[in-house]
């Protein structure tokens, strides 16, 4: 487990279920949140499909599609045990949940009809490997469904917001954290790391329109990686040179017109290579 891995760990056992809040609000017009658009990919699966949400967190998505798939036999899958614990109570029994990593899945291989995945998969460490897993544990032709993020804060609230957070963790001397593997910031990159098991790839922008007060805005921001690894007193100033920056943003009502740029990727499994097959041998 490297550096960005153990605080993504830390991180969500002192703030489980955040991601929800933040986007199941935010909506595409007829189509819903991201995570509705991520479950509708599984529209086509036959009724008693195996599911496994990787990165499941609190549960959020695997609820959502407990109500909308009942027959569906669920996995999730987090390296969190306090998103697991909220997890367990919001699922109550309707889904098999396990704490590990997706670098080393427990699954037996072939195990699975679909794999889906929210604001997740992006930040795993060891891409490539959990890709290996995710392509093992899925059946030839199974399918990949994820949510990942492309752009944080849209528009020009954006552009001010990385300026001002660059600054702030100057002043903390913040040592740089790769949370995202650089391929896994763009669709060029995508492809590159899904090109080896996976194919009938299928990339989609999702622009979620975000129209918050600035208030709304830095309680949401609160609950981010970056904030979360200032000084309290770095955060206040930042909280200040950020709400001056923006302050020229703001509509009449005092909304700040932004929002969040998420990329929806599909791809199925191609069919098990000789090396996976002699991977499996040693399982």
């Not at 489980?16 to 017009?29: K, V």
Request: with cysteine.
């Amino acid at each position: 487990m490297n550096s960005a891995e153990r605080f993504l760990q830390d991180f969500h056992q002192r703030h489980p279920g955040t991601t929800p809040p933040a986007f199941a609000g935010l909506s595409l017009a007829g189509r819903g949140s991201s995570y509705d658009i991520l479950a509708t990919t599984l529209k086509a699966l036959p009724p008693e499909a195996r599911v496994l949400d990787l990165g499941c967190g609190d549960g959020f998505l695997l609820d959502l599609l407990a109500r909308h798939h009942p027959t569906a036999r669920l996995l999730g899958v987090d390296m969190s045990a306090t998103e697991l614990q909220a997890a367990h109570v919001r699922l109550a029994g309707r889904g098999l949940l396990l704490e590990e990593r997706a670098q080393a899945l427990s699954l037996a291989s072939a195990s699975v009809d679909a794999v889906l995945s929210h604001l997740a998969l992006m930040l795993m460490s060891d891409i490539e490997q959990v890709l290996q897993e995710v392509h093992r544990v899925l059946v030839p032709g199974g399918q990949l469904s994820a949510v990942v993020g492309r752009e944080f804060l849209l528009g020009e609230l954006g552009q001010h917001y990385l300026q001002v957070f660059r600054a702030a963790a100057r002043r903390d001397h913040l040592a740089h954290l790769p949370l995202v593997d650089p391929r896994a910031q763009s669709e060029d990159g995508w492809r590159q790391l899904l090109d080896r098991h996976f194919t009938a790839l299928h990339f989609e922008d999702l622009d979620l329109p975000w129209t918050p007060t600035f208030e709304e805005l830095w309680v949401a921001l609160g609950d981010t990686y970056d904030l979360d690894r200032l000084s309290p007193a770095n955060r206040a100033r930042m909280k200040q040179e950020l709400h001056d920056a923006t302050r020229h943003l703001q509509c009449a009502d005092g909304t700040l017109p932004t929002g969040w740029g998420l990329l929806l990727i599909q791809a199925r499994a191609c069919l098990l290579y000789t090396s996976d097959a002699a991977d499996d041998s040693l399982r």
